[in-house]
């Protein structure tokens, strides 16, 4: 089964434009995915949020990074194939379905080695991502770095889009 996270952090709250990515995001992933899989990480200062997506599931960010957000997030959702969406950005259609696709590998979107949002974490090696991501919540390892370290530590490949 495949759940979706869609990760808000401290650092985006300055984006005016944060509310309606939030909308278009929900709308999109609702209809293709389904409301019953999506869920949010926020941060307290976001609790307006619950009462405006009622269907999504809220999770604590009580550290308010993005890092910590996916940890929190991939945690939470052991047992299921996770689909991870930065908050920042703006889906479409086609990005949702070359990740859905290809359920089979772990994926990371990448622009000139910088995370571009979204990510698909397969069951079999959330515990791995998870376990990395625990070890290296407080370092300037960024996203793409901690990929790359699972696959170094515990050979699990991942597909970059």
Do not use: H
Request: charged share 30%; aromatic share 10%; with cysteine.
């Amino acid at each position: 089964m495949l759940k979706v996270i869609i990760v808000l952090y401290r650092d985006i709250l300055e984006d005016k434009d944060l509310l309606s990515k939030l909308e278009e995001n929900v709308k999109l992933l609702k209809t293709y995915i389904g409301p019953d899989s999506l869920y949010a990480v926020i941060t307290s200062e976001m609790k307006c949020l619950i009462d405006r997506f009622p269907d999504l599931v809220f999770i604590r960010n009580d550290n308010g990074s993005l890092k910590y957000g996916i940890y929190k997030a991939l945690r939470k959702l052991r047992g299921n194939n996770v689909l991870v969406v930065d908050g920042k950005e703006r889906l479409s259609l086609d990005k949702i379905k070359a990740f859905i696709s290809t359920r089979g590998q772990n994926m990371l979107a990448l622009v000139n080695d910088k995370w571009k949002g979204i990510g698909l974490f397969r069951v079999i090696d959330l515990d791995y991502y998870i376990r990395t991501f625990e070890e290296f919540l407080n370092s300037n390892l960024d996203i793409p770095r901690i990929f790359q370290k699972v696959k170094e530590r515990y050979g699990i490949q991942y597909e970059v889009v």
